[in-house]
Structures are given as structure tokens and as C-alpha cells.
């Protein structure tokens, strides 16, 4: 049985960085999860994977979940919601 969902571009390529690594005289590596979809930021999609394979299991029908008002995690679970089917609902803090 699966326990998560394939909702992100995975895997996600390992890039040397080739003026740190001259600089630093060592072989320096960046895993590029900014590459995991455009809608859906870096490494917010790896948990959600996880956590809306759950709600579905369990007959979920709606996610919610909160954050301040720029959250990238709140933007992330929209995005993933819309993508399976599922409504979202946001609670999000005011910094006003």
C-alpha cells in the first residue's frame, strides 16, 4: 500500500556548484527542490504528500490549515488541494 501521493516533479536534480566550489577548493552540492513545480514551493510538497494521502484515506474531502498572511506553506496546500480534487480552507494571521 502507498503511503503518500506523487504530486510533486520528483526527484529533483543534484546541481555542484561550480564557482563555490572553485572558491571553497572543495566539491560543493545543492539538491534543488525549487524545481519540485512552479505551483507548489520547494520542500512544502514533500509533507503534503504525505499528509493528504492521510486525508484521503480517511475520506477527507477538505483541507485546512493555517499560516501568516505570505505563506508559502498555505500557497503550497492550495495548490496540491486543487490538484487532487479536494477544497481548502485558509487561516491566515494578518500582520496588519
Not at 571553497?24 to 504525505?50: H, V
Amino acid at each position: 500500500m502507498k503511503n503518500k501521493l506523487n504530486i510533486a516533479n520528483l526527484p529533483t536534480k543534484i546541481e555542484r556548484l561550480k564557482n563555490f566550489s572553485k572558491d571553497l577548493n572543495l566539491n560543493l552540492f545543492i539538491k534543488r527542490d525549487d524545481q519540485t513545480g512552479s505551483e507548489i514551493s520547494g520542500n512544502k510538497i514533500r509533507k503534503l504528500e504525505y499528509s493528504i494521502k492521510e486525508a484521503l484515506d480517511l475520506g477527507y474531502d477538505t483541507l485546512i490549515t493555517c499560516g501568516g498572511s505570505q505563506s508559502n506553506h498555505a500557497r503550497s496546500t492550495v495548490a496540491a488541494g486543487i490538484k487532487v480534487g479536494m477544497s481548502t480552507t485558509l487561516v491566515l494571521k494578518s500582520d496588519v
